[in-house]
């Protein structure tokens, strides 16, 4: 628990102190994919600027740790991806971070794109943590020249995960974002230089 607690307190520091440099929205300062940087995080922010969680990736051999820490979210599960566009615009509803990370992962046989990960519950008192491994991307494909985000979604992603016996033929939003909805919140993927 005090281990949990210790990481949680660097987390939301460090979301703090990344969010005093960079501010809210992104905009330049990329890294190139040829960055030999082992960590990177994202400062999740809503529509009104106000920062709600950080997200940490760490190269770990042939996966990627991913950790999240938010706080102030509305209660739930939410779809939580890694988009294709380095921007968080909120004029746009974030729409400005693009769909979803795609490597060229077969959909259907491959379980989705690649930015499609776990979702994330939110408890009843708006906060929520998350820490898991994926081998779907490699650190460097989160650090390239137009950059990548983080999005939570306003529902859960279901994954594309109706069974056929319903007998419903999945369409494009179902398709292409698992119908989590609306983005509430976002932030930009950038190299950990601590």
């Known amino acids: 628990m005090r281990r949990q607690r210790a990481a949680r307190v660097r987390l939301l520091s460090l979301a703090v102190g990344l969010a005093a440099a960079v501010g809210p ?71 400005s971070a693009g769909g ?31 820490s898991f491994r994926l081998d779907r991307f490699p650190l460097s494909a989160l650090l390239g020249e137009a950059g990548r985000t983080v999005v939570v979604h306003a529902g859960p992603d279901n994954f594309r995960n109706i069974p056929s016996r319903y007998g419903v033929t999945l369409d494009q939003t179902t398709l292409d974002t698992g119908d989590a909805g609306a983005r509430i919140a976002c932030g930009v993927i950038r190299a950990d230089s601590a």
């Open 25 to 95: 929205w992104g905009g330049a300062g990329h890294v190139s994919a040829q960055s030999q940087v082992g960590q990177a995080l994202a400062v999740v922010y809503t529509e009104a600027g106000d920062t709600v969680g950080v997200v940490a990736f760490t190269q770990e051999d042939k996966s990627v740790l991913v950790r999240a820490d938010v706080a102030n979210l509305p209660p739930g599960y939410h779809g939580f991806h890694v988009h294709t566009n380095g921007m968080c615009d909120p004029a746009t509803h974030f729409t």
């Open 100 to 130: 979803h990370l795609d490597l060229g992962m077969d959909h259907l046989a491959d379980g989705g794109m690649a930015g499609e990960m776990t979702n994330l519950y939110v408890q009843a008192d708006g906060t929520g943590m998350l």
